[in-house]
DNA sequence: AATGAAATCGACCAGCA
DNA sequence: TGCTGGTCGATTTCATT
């Protein structure tokens, strides 16, 4: 698995609230972000860039509409496998590897996988389905169409709640 | 539901490799994308902007880490409904406006959402099911917890098939 | 749709609390 | 370490083709 930044980051209730703007809308100018915040220009770039290079922020990246590239069909498909020793990682790259995945899941239960794609044709999702199954250790797959989906964007500082809010800042 | 740009929004090979590009990272510099192009620099912002208000690129933004927050527990809610005229719509939004609710999908099936939940403790867990119950409408749920997620962010371009890719450029 | 020049904004640096 | 103000380079905008 990749490396992830500690839990304890020791985030002040400035770098939050940098965090929730450009988490949202990262086409804001600094001077914007600094004057809602009573900072220079200058003191936002350098919490930024310290962000940054703690990997608290990952990246910045361009969201593009699915359905502009014409991939309209969502389906979530739920995998079995047969356990053993050291396959279930192995497993999980090798879903998320097939062209049309999205996101791939590994959970407890009966259930090992679900994995959620996104494709334009019937075709591509038979494809992708065959080539699930066609992976060593897949015992049987089953899946389901999205008719709807809601979400804005990945938006993690936006769903903390209160409490949660308050744990980032006294630790 | 959110407005959509159509399907068949009229791409070029140009405008991909741009997207290809972004959507993985946007901090590089326009000089580098133009001269991978051989276009210059104001070509490729030009085609940038109006990639943006055609609703190609939904926006810009940064990608936090959530474990930098301490959101460490992920969950899959299946989530089933009494069906009555339009509630399920309603019941998906509500579903997504909980603290701590990352997608939800609106699914064919004997299960009618799927939602995928991010918090920080089992006591914010219980609370966010506790308030899916709480719904109108809603009838039962059924979570599982994940154990790994496997994804390089949202990566729509990324995940074209060459048929896929093919199916844009022409029409 | 793409270009080059001009205005604006972000990145970096030295210095300071 | 966190911030400021200034400088330089990059991006955005605009007239022009």
Redesign the pocket.
Known sequence: MRQRSPASADLDD?DLKILQQIEDDFDV???TVADQLG?????V??????LKENGIIEGVTADIDPFALGLEMVSITDVSVTHREGYSENIGERIMAIDGIEQVYYTMGDVDFVAVSRVQTRDQLNDLIEEIVAIDGVDETSSKFVLEEFHDARNVTANLTQSGRDAILDP
């Open positions: 400035v100018s600094l001077e900072l220079s220009k200058s003191a770039h350098y919490r930024i860039t310290n």
